[in-house]
């Protein structure tokens, strides 16, 4: 009953990308898939986000999981494979990363919400002892703290793929209310001189890949803003 209290105030539902598994995406993946069409994969995912009232806003971007390019920055998935997502009247998709504004009014600037994935995380959690050492992927607001302290969401060149640009995509040139990445399926709420910083969590347990590389998955929960 509470929880259906805070529900019926949630304005924005924000899904910082990997909507579905995807194919192929690491070994022996398609043996744990119910459904092994990316194409199924999106149709289920849009049953699900349907059932969301309309009057609320879905903002999402894409993951290394989505049926789009891993490099960055990824515009929105393929309409060829996610077309029904582009259907739902009350979904935004983003590209990855984005700096997205809620909220605003004529007499209030709103609220400027960074959404990024965060493919990057797994470099810096490796290589960054202070990050590696004290929760490693247990703790996502470290590796955020450490990319808004370098204005940047992959400092390092080989943390991620990049497309090349005129213009770094990845630089953070205005920093933002709010600052929310997944990708590691653990839930970490913090603050960093006024930036909330928000992982999300994920809606699967622990898969073989995933427990070889350390992540301790902690599914089915979602962090919630009061933005008054």
């Known amino acids: 009953k509470a929880q259906k209290e805070i529900a019926k105030k949630v304005k924005y539902v924000f899904i910082a990308g990997d909507l579905v598994d995807g194919i192929g995406i690491y070994p022996g993946q398609e043996e744990e898939l119910e459904l092994t069409d990316i194409t199924s994969q999106y149709e289920m995912c849009v049953e699900l986000l349907g059932k969301i009232p309309k009057n609320i806003e879905i903002i999402i971007s894409p993951g290394n999981h989505d049926a789009v390019r891993v490099a960055e920055p990824q515009p929105t998935p393929y309409k060829e494979f996610a077309m029904p997502l582009y259907e739902l009247p009350n979904v935004t998709l983003v590209s990855n990363p984005s700096l997205v504004n809620i909220h605003s009014t004529p007499t209030f600037p709103g609220f400027n919400v960074l959404m990024y994935h965060g493919y990057s995380f797994d470099y810096f959690i490796a290589n960054v002892n202070n990050i590696r050492l004290n929760g490693g992927y ?51 709420v913090s603050s960093y001189k006024n930036v909330s910083l928000i992982s999300g969590s994920c809606w699967q347990g622990i898969t073989s890949f995933q427990e070889k590389m350390g992540h301790k998955p902690e599914p089915a929960r979602v962090p919630i803003i009061n933005l008054k």
């Open 138 to 188: 247990n703790r996502a607001d470290l590796v955020m703290k450490y990319l808004l302290q370098r204005r940047h969401l992959a400092p390092t060149y080989t943390s991620t793929p990049l497309i090349p640009s005129e213009k770094d995509p990845l630089l953070i040139k205005q920093v933002p209310d709010i600052f929310v990445t997944g990708h590691i399926h653990y839930c970490v």
